[in-house]
């Protein structure tokens, strides 16, 4: 039940996060914004810890594998994938961030050596192959006269950070480092690692009073910064990155959903076959073939009577 919670609450909060996005692009700059967005989320965080007592000193060696864990999971992760969606929809920009869960699979087994189910790869390629149906109109625009390639190959950039970032967390997280503990180090040395890109770009740190800005920056701070990494790093330590990122493919339904709320998206039947191939996809990688067997009504062996043979 705690992993089914995890699970949800990553899914429906990051799922709603492409679309706060977009009310972030524009009059701010998008490293300025970033700025604004992780140093907000790191002092929530950081005053949830301290108010808590919770012990926060990480060895000395450990601060630098946590800073480089956040410049990828935080930083570079983020800025490619709000410049991505000056190019691409939010649906598009989700949906080929949906690799990262292959990419979790691959590096899972390059970097720590450990098998991989195939049912998971199957899954996995449903999942993908679900969601690839769900937006086959906007995958059709797809082609190398337009802007939409430049789109994919930085949010393609952005997720492979993002894999990356996530072997370096599960790394942190067996060599004991606490989860709250991790993600307010890591906040931190976000922000200041995204503050240096503003100012080595020559940003001016602008600031938009519009409402929509206002509490899209404040919702992408604490529920899609601070309460969805907490949650989704905690899946990464009690299942494991090919297991944890299944999220990442689940998430684009969520915002399917908001955008036929707030955009008008059209319903059709390749959304319904997209939904089965995601949630076939979602049971197979994670249902283990042996409880699928125990979730099969078990059927007593036929008796065999043997033939009477008189006294």
Known sequence: ?????????????????????????????????LVY????????????????????????????????????????????LYQAQLYLTSAMAAIAFSTLLLMNIVNTRLFFGQPVAKRIYVGAA??????????????????LANTSLLGLLLVLSGTLSASF??????????RGIGILAMNAWGMLYGTLALLALALLSGHSFVFSSQPAYLWSLLYLSLFGTVIAFGTYFALLKRMGPEKASYTIVLFPLVAVLLSSWYEGFQWQL??????????????????????IRQ?????????VTAPYKGS
């Not at 005053?47 to 946590?66: D, E, I």
């Not at 970032?165 to 067996?174: F, H």
């Open 165 to 174: 970032g996530n072997m370096l967390s599960v790394r942190n997280s067996r």
């Open 1 to 33: 039940m705690q992993n089914a919670l995890l699970y949800l609450v990553t899914v429906l909060i990051w799922g709603s996060t492409w679309l706060a996005i977009e009310f972030q692009l524009g009059e701010v700059p998008i490293a300025v914004s």
């Open 37 to 80: 967005r992780f140093g907000l989320a790191a002092l929530l965080l950081w005053a949830w810890c301290l108010l808590r007592r919770l012990p926060m000193r990480l060895p000395g060696s450990m601060h630098l594998s946590v800073a480089l864990m956040a410049v990828l999971n935080f930083a570079l992760n983020y800025f490619l």
């Open 270 to 291: 390749s959304t319904l076959f997209g939904f089965a191939l995601v949630l076939a996809g979602n049971a197979l990688v994670l249902t283990p073939f042996h409880k």
């Open 126 to 143: 449903l999942g993908i192959g679900g969601i690839a149906v769900l937006f086959a109109p906007d995958l059709t625009g797809l082609s």
């Open 295 to 303: 979730l099969l009504p078990h059927q007593k062996p036929a008796t």
